[in-house]
């Protein structure tokens, strides 16, 4: 199947990942209510048609922290993207420099900061998770640095994993050594080319960004169990004092969803934030983001740069989101979905379709510069 939307690379990945893969990347927490809540919110908002208005030269770049994005997407960190595809970061990396659009690299990833730099050419934004070794915190800012990453996304939306009921149902956590070993073997059969490509081929499978920290256990879940211990959720807005005697670049709170908390990011200083319920994978029942966008950008948006991440599966809904108050915004599923489906090349073509998608949501709404995105954009009778 040649994939036309962000919901065909879905499909091409499900065929094509083992089963734990596909479904740590596809489900949310508990009833995946907030999950189905960004899709839907998003869904439900109505464009304003517009005709017969010189559509002829449309601008989709913006500025933001220094950088000038072709268009007003990014990649969302993703944890573990070097098990859908081989050294999947990296794939990523170049997809997205290739683009002209950041990517954002997590903290959990298979690619270490030096190894997504070097292979893409250009430094990718760097995700933050807090962990209660704050030597090794400091460590890996001063690599971050070093690296070039011209941005820090400081992840403050997990003190500790949400529950993920489809992988404790997948055998992805909490299974045994022996189910474990069960689930790969069967795993690696149905999905030869996976096991060629990313079970051979790509190894190492550690966590390059940590695993100088990690002494128990060499599998990939012994790491996820190690980071799951060490979440840090003693933190507070005070710490970013901590980061900033190692990091003098742009800080990003992500994972904000309050319009108190989005003015705490204000007052300590960070220069943008990511309104973010990580995906549905954290507190199930909170609001969408798209819901949540509008009152943090009008509370804070002159003040700092307003992200926005959660539910985005289309460039329709890119443009909703700027259009509620976003500069641009992130996509986690989507790439992660088509890396698994098909590599560096999968993710090019999904950021592609994003793109035409875009200007045929600006063209008919009358938009001709992604600058300049506001509410009349929308129906909102
Ligand atoms: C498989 C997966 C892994 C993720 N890993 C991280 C991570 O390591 N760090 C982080 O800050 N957010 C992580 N997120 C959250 C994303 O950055 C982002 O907030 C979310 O995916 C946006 O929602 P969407 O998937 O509907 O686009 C992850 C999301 C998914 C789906």
Redesign the pocket.
Known sequence: MRAASVSDFRELARRRLPHIFFE??DGGSYAEETLRR??ADLEAIALRQRVMRDMSAIDMSVETLGQTLTMPVGL?????AGMYARRGETQAARAAAGVGIPMCL???SLCSIEEVAAAAGTPPWF?L?MLKDRGYMRELLGRAKTAGCPVL?F?VD?PLPGSRYRDVRSGFTGATPLQTMLTRAKDGVLHPGWTWDVFMKGRPHALGNVQAAVTEGRRITDYMAWIGRNFDRSVTWKDLDFVREVWDGPIVI??VLDVEDARDAVKAGAQGL?V?N????QLDGVSSTIAALPRIADAVGGDLEVFM????RSGLDVLKALALGAKAC?????W?WALGAGGEAQVTRMLEILRAELAVAMILTGCTSARQAGRTLLDQR
């Open positions: 740590y990347i960004n899709v969302a960190p993703v944890g573990m997590s903290t959990v995700q998770y996304a992840t997990l992500k994972g990511v973010s990580h995906g549905g994978r991440d959660g539910g985005v992130f996509v986690g599923r989507a992660a």
